[in-house]
């Protein structure tokens, strides 16, 4: 079925920068889509960025400009680049595989981002 | 504030069937069966148990169904089971390329 794990999360200062990865084993992150959720401590789910298969990004409009999903096929590799972050933008992030464009059928384990002065 | 909205909680005993809902606003939500539904117990990732509105992925238990009508997706949990208290969200697209959670549900089993 396939695995997902994250890193890369951790502290940040308000207005810094954070790179996520997510190494994908057991199928090809260039064939599916690919996505990032969040969720904040007691919080609920939250869509933050997809990758089509072409290489199209969308982003929630809570990130819109600060957040950019990308990935690395030779690598088997998808990332998200944090930048400007805000108190707000403290959660686990989960990178997910798509079922299709608009569910998600593997989940990492998820890693800890912080931002706090 | 979410583009769907779940109820709070839902309970149930042991045995029994629940419905919790989910209800959309857009009618992008209304005309497409693009609707997701995900169980997450405390401390782990979530679960996809229907996608597409209807479809049940291959492993998951055919306790769990899904249906759709106008704005209102549902999920069905039969013979209530002690490890299905957990929170359950749905998901779907909702229009110009965004998809969105609902806020999610708490079911507990009595």
């Known amino acids: 079925e396939g695995q997902l794990v994250e890193s890369g999360g951790g502290l940040s200062q308000p207005g810094g920068s954070l790179r996520l990865s997510c190494a994908a084993s057991?199928?090809?992150?260039?064939?599916?889509?690919m996505s990032w959720v969040r969720q904040a401590q007691g919080k609920g789910l939250e869509w933050v960025s997809v990758i089509y298969t072409a290489g199209q990004t969308y982003d929630a409009d809570s990130v819109q400009g600060r957040f950019a999903i990308s990935r690395d096929d030779s690598q088997n590799t998808l990332y998200l680049q944090m930048n400007s972050l805000r108190v707000e933008d403290t959660a686990v992030y989960y990178c997910a595989r798509g079922i299709g464009p608009y569910a998600f059928d593997v989940w990492g384990q998820g890693t800890l981002v912080t931002v706090s002065s | 504030q979410s583009a769907l909205t779940q109820p709070a909680s839902v309970s149930g005993s042991p045995g029994q069937s629940i419905t919790m809902s989910c209800t959309g606003t857009?009618?992008?939500?209304?005309?497409?069966?693009?609707v997701s539904w995900y169980q997450q117990h405390p401390g782990k990732a979530p679960k996809l148990l229907i996608y597409?509105?209807?479809k049940r992925p291959s492993g998951v238990s055919d306790r769990f169904s899904g249906s759709k009508s106008g704005k209102t997706a549902s999920l069905t949990i039969t013979r209530l089971q002690a490890d299905d208290e957990a929170h359950y969200y749905c998901?779907?697209?909702?229009?110009?390329?965004?998809?969105?959670f609902g806020g999610g549900t708490k079911l507990t089993v009595l």
């Open positions: 597409e509105a209807s």
């Open positions: 857009t009618s992008e939500f209304g005309n497409y069966n693009l």
């Open positions: 057991g199928f090809s992150v260039s064939v599916n889509y």
């Open positions: 998901c779907s697209y909702v229009g110009t390329y965004v998809r969105v």
